[in-house]
């Protein structure tokens, strides 16, 4: 897709983060965007930074745990904006686990997963047909993860699991796209290459009241970026940063080429997914790359 020229562009998520960077690269470019989000703050904010820079957008609360609450917002993206040429299924969450496994709430694995996995699948049944039924051209973007999609960081499971299954839905519905000869098309996009500076270690600022925790907070003790990289120096490490503009950057550049893979790697990166690789190709019995 060369020209965003009047392209309309929904996004999940769209209120913050990459979902908001998002908003603003295309916008910027000439679509009309319609952001879904549950922050109710952050949506107010992105209204009036939209309207400021005379992007044609509309901002509503969207609920991807719900496809009737898709429907709503894709009803208003086409009776407002006239129709839908992108969509970003980009809405997720962190849970924040921390520990064992077998020890972690319920409520911790219901969230992430209604969220994560369950708000594609929503995002999809809801939207995908009303790109399809117009027979051109048109994007279906689904924001995953490398962890769980390449390789896997044993910290955080719950996530992980997550993305994991984000991916292979990714795949399988571009290969049916593909086998259906639809002019749709598909793409991963892979925040990075380094830590993304979003809210998703703050996810619980948008839990809802039926899975809160008695604790507030993330078992991990990591609830910002800027935690991360206070742990990250007691070891010696400088944790390095992508701002969530260089991902919308990196992701309109890709949509410009109509890549799958929106994403970008580092050599240590691109290492650890060759290592993987080389486990399963050689039955080696999988070591962690860090654990704890």
Request: proline letters at 4%; hydrophobic letters at 45%.
């Amino acid at each position: 897709m060369q020209d965003f020229t009047d392209k309309v562009a929904l996004i999940t998520g769209g209120a913050s983060g990459v979902g908001r960077s998002l908003a603003f690269a295309l916008g910027r470019r000439g679509a009309k965007i319609a952001v879904g989000d549950v922050d109710r703050k952050a949506m107010a904010a992105v209204e009036a930074d939209l309207a400021a820079e005379g992007i044609d957008a509309l901002v509503d609360f969207c609920d991807v745990t719900s496809v009737d609450s898709l429907q709503v917002l894709g009803d208003r993206a086409e009776a407002e904006l006239g129709g839908l040429d992108l969509v970003f299924a980009n809405a997720g969450i962190g849970a924040g686990e921390a520990g064992a496994m077998w020890e972690y709430s319920e409520k911790d694995w219901q969230w992430c997963l209604e969220v994560n996995v369950w708000g594609v699948i929503n995002t999809i049944r809801a939207l995908m047909p009303r790109l399809v039924a117009r027979g051109q051209e048109a994007h279906f973007v689904i924001t995953g993860s490398g962890n769980g999609a390449m390789v896997i960081l044993p910290d955080a499971p719950i996530y992980t699991a997550s993305k994991a299954a984000v991916h292979a839905i990714t795949e399988n519905l571009h290969y049916q796209l593909q086998a259906a000869g639809s002019p749709v098309k598909v793409s991963a996009l892979f925040p990075g290459p380094y830590v993304v500076d979003t809210g998703l270690f703050n996810s619980g600022r948008v839990r809802p009241e039926a899975l809160k925790k008695e604790s507030e907070g993330n078992e991990s003790g990591i609830n910002s970026v800027d935690d991360m990289k206070a742990l990250a120096e007691q070891y010696g490490i400088e944790l390095k940063v992508t701002h969530p503009d260089e991902v919308a950057a990196m992701a309109v550049e890709g949509l410009e080429n109509d890549a799958f893979w929106l994403l970008r790697t580092t050599p240590e990166t691109d290492a650890k997914i060759r290592a993987r690789a080389d486990m399963i190709l050689n039955r080696d019995t999988p070591q962690p790359a860090s654990l704890g």
